[in-house]
């Protein structure tokens, strides 16, 4: 069964770097998401994408962090100058079409900020 | 401000029982629900997602829907230890594609 992929597992970086975090969404696939999960606290949305731009974002996705679709299979979120409070799991996902449509979450990437 | 409810549990169940986790939500527009499970420490995995009122029935899981009331269960039949999880309600309003997740509802099922 098809599976969308993120690399890598375990991110460990200092505050105030950049990081990027990498997923392979399911093939066919139109709908592209980024979730985090805070340990012990809710999953939260960050961020949609469709036909190549932000289709939604929460009010956590500000300046520090963007998306982009450098190729025709990889959909990355970058974080730039990490603060401690940006360590999470981050799950990427995909949907088929919009709202009426199941979103496949990957394994997630920790991201451990020191 | 978009709220989804759960209990935060946990849940006990005997195996074999029939475990009932429910779910209310705030936003009268959402239009679709999903029922995600979560082992700990790993990534959210669907298990069932219902658009109308009424049930609908896959294998040992029911989702349940009551626009009305505003509340979505999910049944879980003969269950067994490997169910034991969180499980996430998450919801879509008609104003856009975000999951708004629930706090989840941790199940034990004990042998």
């Not at chain 2, 978009?2 to 475990?19: M, R, Y």
Request: with cysteine; hydrophobic share 30%.
């Amino acid at each position: 069964e098809p599976e969308v992929t993120q690399t890598p597992s375990h991110q460990v970086t200092q505050m105030g770097q950049e990081v990027i975090l990498r997923c392979v969404p399911i093939s066919n696939h139109l709908y592209f998401y980024w979730y985090r999960q805070i340990l012990g606290q809710k999953v939260e949305f960050l961020v949609s994408f469709y036909n190549n731009e932000i289709s939604e974002k929460s009010e956590i996705f500000d300046d520090q962090f963007s998306v982009e679709r450098p190729d025709g299979s990889n959909f990355t979120l970058k974080i730039r100058s990490t603060k401690l409070e940006d360590s999470a799991m981050y799950f990427c996902a995909s949907s088929p079409g919009g709202a009426d449509q199941p979103q496949h979450f990957g394994d997630g990437t920790r991201l451990s900020i020191l | 401000q978009k709220e989804v409810e759960q209990n935060s549990g946990p849940l006990s169940v005997p195996e074999g029982a029939i475990a009932s986790l429910n779910c209310t939500y705030s936003d009268r527009g959402s239009q679709s629900f999903f029922w995600y499970r979560q082992y700990s420490g790993k990534s959210p995995e669907l298990i069932m997602f219902i658009y109308s009122n009424g049930d609908k029935e896959d294998g040992r899981f029911t989702a349940q829907l009551n626009k009305a009331s505003q509340y979505v269960s999910l049944l879980i039949r003969d269950s067994q230890p490997s169910d034991s999880a969180t499980y996430l309600c998450a919801v879509i309003s008609n104003a856009g594609n975000m999951l708004t997740f629930g706090g989840g509802t941790r199940l034990m099922v004990k042998p």
